[in-house]
């Protein structure tokens, strides 16, 4: 199962904050349509049918059905970037 880092869970908090946004948003991982071998990763108000859910501290991570295989040897880590958006990354767990 995709696990998540402590910098992963600060910087999907971080991307969750807001007035309009549901207590159950999280963070969606799912192939990119019409791009073969590439995820993509999108906010959320709640998960697909079939999304396996990953959950750490107060922040949730839907992985769509299909991307489960792929992720399920990873972990999801992140670094703040040049405008300090955060950028994900995908590491095999140790």
Do not use: C, H, Y
């Amino acid at each position: 199962m995709l696990t998540l880092t402590d910098n992963a869970v600060d910087a999907i908090r971080d991307l969750l904050v807001g007035e309009d946004v549901p207590a159950d948003a999280g963070l969606r991982i799912a192939p990119k349509a019409d791009q073969a071998g590439t995820l993509e990763v999108t906010l959320a108000n709640t998960p697909q049918a079939g999304d396996q859910v990953v959950e750490k501290a107060d922040v949730r991570v839907f992985v769509a059905e299909d991307a489960v295989p792929v992720l399920d040897d990873k972990s999801l880590d992140a670094a703040t970037g040049t405008q300090g958006q955060p950028t994900f990354r995908l590491d095999r767990q140790g």
